[in-house]
């Protein structure tokens, strides 16, 4: 693979070789990565480092479908180890490994560690926290907490200089582009709202070594590019446990009673959880960062190992100088005609599609269908709607 950078598009990512379909083109780790407030609210328990999901996929069933004597077959086909679960020894906050406790205390918590005060609403964290829950509901994109992770990477670095360079180097906008992200994360009283976070921000986490990150400007530009750069990722010990499932080699009869069970309890779980289902938060992936969009992707990013972890698996075969693509957009979204992708595209992350079949397009009236106005009223959802969780794949 080869990154490379133009005026026109910004950064792309080109194959170096041939590349066949189903093959993993690569696997990142994100710089940082938090899980989304709301979601850890409502209890969606998940490592506070890697994301991985911590609850059995029993007890993660139960709870989604609010059944707490719902069991499952096969429980021997779950993959969560308790067993080897930590918490941090002053604020209680727990990881999937010994591991990942020590890789969050030695990059950043030791910054963001409450201690003793994890439950106090006076903390200035807590105070962030809490400021940021008002102003950005569900469905969540974005979090405070990638940001003040950023922070506190920086702040614990003996090596400062190399990891503002590394943050440095994601998609940055112009000034009235960032104000376009801001507005778009927090609606109409986005000013105040931003003001009012920075403040917080500023108490919380104050460094010298980033002094411009905390002005006015400079905070705008930290959430603009958390905004446009942030992936999403997805974690469910239940999906895990599913997979295992499909992968089993069973009798006809049994498999045919196996997936009926399984169609029946996401039926359940829709009807209690809603769309809901996952572990979700944000992280930054330089790789992926890099990945242009199109209405035709030749590639997808997942995260099968049920953490962090960002597989991008090719769709099709991919020449050697050909670019490799993903989709910003989920699977409905992308059967949508052109003008209604231009209309998300445009609204969330500011440029205008020229994939080929965009281009392929290029005649069509620029109206939104009728039946894609009476889809939107059913749903009740706005056409320019928070993307779809195709990016939060597990």
Not at 126 to 152: D, G
Not at 204 to 216: N, R
């Amino acid at each position: 693979m080869d990154a490379n950078q133009n005026a026109v598009q910004g950064k792309g990512l080109f194959a170096t070789q041939l590349i066949r379909k189903g093959e993993t083109i690569f696997v990142e780790r994100p710089l940082v990565a938090a899980q989304f407030l709301w979601n850890a609210l409502y209890r969606y328990r998940a490592c506070d480092h890697c994301l991985r999901a911590l609850e059995k996929a029993e007890e993660n069933a139960q709870r989604l479908t609010g059944k707490p004597g719902q069991v499952l077959p096969h429980p021997e086909l779950c993959a969560v180890r308790k067993d080897l679960h930590q918490n941090c020894p002053h604020c209680q906050v727990m990881y999937c490994s010994a591991e990942c406790r020590l890789a969050a205390a030695e990059q950043y918590h030791q910054v963001l560690c409450p201690g003793p005060s994890q439950d106090d609403p006076l903390h200035p964290l807590n105070k962030l926290q809490e400021a940021w829950r008002s102003v950005h509901y569900p469905p969540e994109t974005a979090s405070i907490m990638l940001m003040a992770r950023m922070v506190a990477t920086v702040k614990q670095a003996k090596d400062k200089d190399r990891w503002i360079r590394l943050f440095s180097q994601f998609c940055n906008k112009t000034a009235n582009e960032e104000e376009e992200i801001v507005h778009k994360l927090l609606g109409d009283k986005f000013k105040g709202q931003l003001e009012l976070l920075r403040r917080l921000f500023t108490e919380a986490l104050y460094e010298e070594a980033l002094s411009q990150w905390f002005t006015p400007d400079g905070f705008r530009s930290l959430f603009a590019l958390v905004g446009t750069n942030g992936q999403g990722i997805g974690t469910s010990s239940l999906s895990q446990w599913v997979h295992a499932c499909d992968a089993l080699e069973l009798k006809p009869q049994d498999r045919e009673q196996l997936d009926a069970f399984i169609d029946q309890l996401y039926k359940d779980i829709e009807a209690a959880t809603g769309e809901f289902l996952n572990c979700e938060g944000s992280g930054l992936f330089v790789l992926q960062s890099c990945c242009n969009h199109s209405c035709v992707p030749n590639a997808e990013t997942s995260f099968p190992e049920n953490n962090f972890l960002l597989h991008v698996t090719a769709l099709e075969d991919i020449k050697p100088g050909e670019e490799i693509c993903i989709s910003y957009l989920d699977c409905c979204q992308r059967e949508r005609s052109r003008h209604s992708r231009h209309k998300i595209l445009r609204e969330n992350y500011l440029f205008v599609c020229s994939c080929p079949k965009c281009l392929a397009e290029a005649d069509e009236p620029n109206v939104t269908s009728e039946e894609e106005e009476e889809e939107e009223e059913e749903e009740g959802e706005p056409e320019d709607a928070e993307l779809g969780d195709e990016m939060t794949d597990v």
